[in-house]
T-cell receptor
């Protein structure tokens, strides 16, 4: 079953612009994570935000979490062509034994 | 480079074949996962092993048979698959019991003819 819903489904921007992706989820969570996947490759963990945190930064990434709205956003600043990939949010629910449920993903294309 | 190694990278098999996908990690993680990913879709959880015991089976058909021989290895045995089982199969590992970061392999691309 799917927990998260990202929007937009696809996003195309120019190099240097910022990219914002949103994720909504349905149940109570322990944390929310963002992963990146280059075409046909494995997923790479980007950042984790806990349910008691509201904002987190890592390099050019900024993640926010609003548990009252059950939503999160991922901002990539000063995008580069190498950021072209699919981005998935993933949630770990309370008592879920450690497994993650992934959202549908946003396909980001950054044009040089 | 990923610290989770999956073999083979590509596999083509007929519907009557028996094959296996293999996954190995040496990070000391005691939870290992199989996910299935169809084109343009998110990964879907298939199985979770925690301390070498199967803890989650997400109603996966019996033609997929997981095996965890030890804390570093995870296999997925395939038998009598259907063309719709063609997908990218992803292995991941983590520390068990907490929904922390998953470390993924690069996947095995399976094509069933």
């Amino acid at each position: 079953s799917q927990q998260g819903e990202e929007d937009p489904q696809a996003l195309s921007i120019q190099e240097g612009e910022n990219a914002t992706m949103n994720c909504s989820y349905k149940t109570s969570i322990n944390n929310l994570q963002w992963y990146r996947q280059n075409s046909g490759r494995g997923l790479v963990h980007l950042i984790l935000i806990r349910s008691n945190e509201r904002e987190k930064h890592s390099g050019r990434l900024r993640v926010t979490l609003d548990t009252s709205k059950k939503s999160s956003s991922l901002l990539i600043t000063a995008s580069r062509a190498a950021d072209t990939a699919s981005y998935f949010c993933a949630t770990g629910s309370r008592g879920s034994q450690g497994n993650l449920i992934f959202g549908k993903g946003t396909k980001l294309s950054v044009k040089p | 480079d990923t610290e989770v190694t999956q073999t083979p990278k590509h596999l083509v098999m007929g519907m009557t074949n028996k094959k296996s996908l293999k996954c190995e990690q040496h990070m000391g993680h005691r939870a290992m996962y199989w996910y299935k990913q169809k084109a343009k879709k998110p990964p879907e959880l298939m199985f979770v092993y925690s301390y070498e015991k199967l803890s989650i089976n997400e109603s996966v058909p019996s033609r997929f048979s997981p095996e965890c021989p030890n804390s570093s290895l995870l296999n997925l045995h395939l038998h009598a698959l259907q063309p719709e089982d063609s997908a990218l199969y992803l292995c991941a590992s983590s520390q068990p019991g907490r929904t922390g970061e998953l470390f993924f392999g690069e996947g095995s691309r399976l094509t069933v003819l």
